[in-house]
């Protein structure tokens, strides 16, 4: 699959910069005035200017570093780098308050003798956002079971990590005395009462956890995009008039919009990490088989998995924590971030652009080196991994639910039905071909992860437009599926940070680690927060 366009610019393409970077970090989360001496250039054409007014000359903005007591403490959230020459460069780094203040650091740096050093500066901050009233949530396009107005749909324990977590639940999950909808009117016309909740969300609401309401799936599971043509599309409260991907969308919509604060899901083939991306959410898939998937309606089970979505790192943390058991991998940082230059071509050139400022600021807000695969994918092997995994889903899904869509012509929209159908066709041999190509895929990814935790594109996009035409849906679709299959398909643990911009829409920054670090690609939650060890 080719690139949709020239691939951007690599921010680890300027030698050591990115570590200076996380260094003068480093020192001003610490107020080491002495690291920070030293990152600025010495002299008095050195420049240093915020607030309407400008320092000239390292005295002066060392004298004024030495009175102020330390910066706000801050979250980098994304860092743009641009080569200026062989020895300079500048950088532009947004950063998050813990007020909800937001900043802006401009750094024009030269690489002399003693490394990279700071010539001039500018800085500038704006406060929070003012309130503006919470969000509509949506109705029955985000809710098929809304919450009540007297309590919770379902409540937990009421103690433990997850006291009082309003949580939506994707409405493929069983829940004792509800029905399962499935995205779809004549599926849940049929479907029986459940009398047990599903393990997943029984862990939950042992943890503390309350269930606000059943939220919408789109049909059967079979998209991403988040359009449902019996129940509209839910409202994306980050992006308003766009979609807010699926099939985890109800909840999507519903932690975007605060009326959750986590959203139960599944992801077979970027379920969570797609909405995610899409409404400005964290976003965790698992890796394959972590958490059980028990009383969840099955699409495709090689790929399928039960995971979240959430605003807050906290909540999402403490959540997967409890999912996982405490049993699942260790807490060893990787040695470095990768990145993918044919990945991150897969995406539009602005999509491209932010994901990459989003993983330069995970390698800054870390101190982990952010590194270019040397022996990076090709665009045939993404050609055919993308195939390998359609195959066996389409394969997957008719099994689950063929007998369904053939006695019930018409339930589902022609375009759901149609990938249903497809999977009809496909032979036995075919499957174990894709089977095969599959297994080398994973096998590819283990190499690959043993270096480092890989950066990519959540998305290709930020979200359609809710009224975008079918062609460009399905090439948004087709896009981004080339991107979220690689870890389905291996099997191996995603985290979803909402951290990059395109104007003013969300894109997401994928970070893939090895089969099992559950645990330890969730630490990084505790080191990206806008708190006092940020």
């Known amino acids: 699959m080719a690139p949709s366009a020239p691939p951007p610019p690599s921010p680890a393409a300027v030698p050591g910069l990115l570590a200076a970077a996380a260094r003068y970090e480093r020192a001003l989360r610490e107020d080491d005035l002495a690291v920070l001496d030293e990152l600025f250039a010495d002299g008095p054409a050195t420049l240093r200017a915020e607030g309407g007014a400008a320092l000239a000359g390292h005295a002066e903005i060392s004298a004024f570093r030495a009175t102020r007591g330390g910066a706000p403490p801050r979250a980098v959230r994304r860092v743009h780098v641009r080569a200026l020459g062989p020895r300079d460069a500048v950088t532009v ?4 308050r813990r007020d909800g203040g937001s900043g802006l650091q401009t750094q024009v740096w030269h690489r002399g003798e003693q490394g990279w050093r700071i010539t001039t500066a500018h800085v500038s901050g704006a406060p929070a956002p003012a309130p503006t009233g919470p969000p509509a949530d949506g109705g029955p396009a985000t809710w098929r079971v809304p919450p009540p107005a007297d309590g919770p749909l379902v409540a937990g324990s009421g103690a433990g990590p997850l006291a009082g977590v309003r949580t939506a639940v994707k409405d493929l999950v069983a829940v004792a005395g509800q029905r399962v909808g499935a995205g779809v009117p004549g599926w849940l016309a049929a479907a029986p009462v459940e009398t047990a909740t599903a393990p997943a969300l029984r862990a939950l609401l042992d943890a503390g956890a309350q269930v606000n309401g059943l939220a919408q799936t789109d049909e059967l599971a079979f998209s991403l995009l988040g359009t449902n043509a019996h129940y509209g599309t839910p409202p994306n409260p980050a992006a308003p008039g766009r979609t807010t991907g699926g099939s985890t969308s109800g909840p999507a919509a519903a932690v975007a919009a605060g009326s959750a604060d986590l959203g139960l899901g599944t992801d077979t083939a970027g379920s969570l990490r797609v909405p995610g991306s899409f409404c400005g959410l964290l976003a965790w898939r698992p890796t394959h088989g972590a958490v059980d998937t028990a009383g969840v309606l099955p699409l495709a089970p090689s790929f399928d998995t039960v995971g979240l979505l959430a605003r807050e790192a906290g909540v999402l943390h403490a959540a997967a924590r409890v999912l996982l058991g405490g049993t699942t991998g260790g807490a060893a940082a990787p040695r ?37 695969l040397d022996d990076d994918f090709t665009p045939a092997e993404v050609t055919a991994w993308t195939a390998a995994f359609r195959t066996v889903q389409a394969a997957e899904a008719w099994a689950a639910h063929g007998s369904f869509v053939e006695g019930n012509p018409g339930a589902l929209s022609a375009p759901v039905e149609g990938r249903f159908r497809a999977g009809a066709g496909v032979s036995a041999a075919a499957v174990d071909d894709a089977r095969a190509v599959l297994r080398g895929v994973r096998q590819r990814l283990d190499a690959v992860l043993a270096q480092g935790w890989l950066g990519l594109p959540s998305t290709a996009a930020p979200a359609p437009a809710a ?67 940020a």
Not at 93 to 96: N, V
Not at 483 to 493: D, F, I, K, R
């Open 336 to 372: 470095a971030l990768l990145r993918s230059a044919t990945l991150t071509g897969l995406a539009e050139a602005p999509t491209a652009l932010a994901v990459d400022a989003a993983l330069a600021a995970l390698s800054v807000q870390t101190g982990l080196p952010l590194l270019d």
């Open 93 to 96: 780094t947004e950063t998050e």
């Open 467 to 533: 009224d975008a035409s079918p062609a460009e849906q399905d090439r948004v679709r087709a896009a981004t599926l080339a991107l979220t299959s690689l870890a389905s398909a291996a099997g191996v643990p995603a985290l979803g940070l909402p951290w990059g911009r395109v104007g003013a829409l969300p894109v997401g920054l994928c970070v893939l680690a090895p089969r099992g670090e559950d645990t330890a690609l969730l630490g990084l939650l505790g080191q990206v927060v806008p708190g006092p060890a």
